[in-house]
């Protein structure tokens, strides 16, 4: 089946610094991923969509020069969080759609925990 | 502006018994509809997959239903186990807005 994979699981990083989060399709070419953040005990909220080779579009409230989204190739989607601060400490959760499918299914990826000291 | 309900927020059952999980969405024009499952501190697993010209999905114990036109989707969870004992999200897609909007989760403990 359709597998996606998030690099590192857990990170742990000073207040000021900058810190860069993967997501992977391993076996399927996503044209479009997406990036949600999770607070605990709330549902996911969609940070961004990105789509291969192009900007990424941001939700409404998210800043896109603190969380920069770079899709540059058909499996590979990077998050970084520049110059974290400790409210940006929570679980990221990167999906993926399969360009080749009809179902507009997304594919999760384990998510990566976030603690900003 | 697409909003998706899950009642109940928490539910408590006993080992064994069936169970029902409730969806509701406001606007019926989706393209598909999809429960995931969130153990603590996890990623999401994937469930079951209903699309709009769908009425129901099945996988094991597991059964979701749709019906489109009245904004609603149950997921029917058979002889329930401790195991089953997760976060369970719903999410519809709307080609339009090409995005997956998620419900506010139902917590489920099955207590052994």
């Known amino acids: 089946g359709a597998v996606v994979s998030q690099h590192p699981s857990r990170v742990i990083c000073k207040s000021g610094t900058s810190v860069k989060i993967e997501c992977r399709s391993l076996?399927?070419?996503?044209?479009?991923m997406f990036w949600y953040r999770q607070f605990p005990k709330q549902s996911l909220m969609l940070m961004a969509t990105?789509?291969?080779?192009?900007?990424?579009?941001?939700e409404q409230g998210v800043e896109k020069d603190k969380f920069l989204i770079n899709h540059a190739s058909l499996t590979l989607s990077t998050l970084t969080v520049t110059s974290a601060h400790p409210e940006d400490s929570s679980f990221y959760i990167c999906?993926?759609?399969?360009?080749?499918?009809?179902?507009?299914?997304?594919?999760f990826g384990p998510g990566t925990r976030l603690t900003v000291t | 502006k697409q909003e998706v309900t899950q009642i109940p927020a928490a539910l408590s059952v006993p080992e064994g018994e069936n169970l029902v999980l409730n969806c509701s969405f406001t606007?019926?024009?989706?393209?598909?509809l999809q429960w995931f499952r969130q153990d603590p501190g996890k990623g999401l697993t994937s469930l079951l997959l209903?699309?709009?010209?769908?009425r129901e999905q099945t996988s094991g114990r597991l059964n979701a239903s749709l019906d489109k036109s009245s904004g609603r989707s149950t997921l029917y969870i058979a002889a329930s186990q401790p195991g089953d004992s997760a976060t369970y999200l719903c999410?519809?897609?709307?080609?339009?807005?090409?995005?997956?909007?998620f419900g506010t989760g139902t917590l489920l403990a099955v207590q052994p």
């Open positions: 990105s789509n291969e080779g192009s900007k990424a579009t941001y």
């Open positions: 209903i699309q709009s010209s769908q």
């Open positions: 076996d399927f070419q996503a044209t479009t």
């Open positions: 606007d019926s024009a989706i393209y598909n």
């Open positions: 999906s993926a759609r399969d360009g080749s499918s009809a179902t507009y299914e997304q594919y």
């Open positions: 999410a519809v897609y709307g080609g339009a807005t090409n995005k997956l909007i």
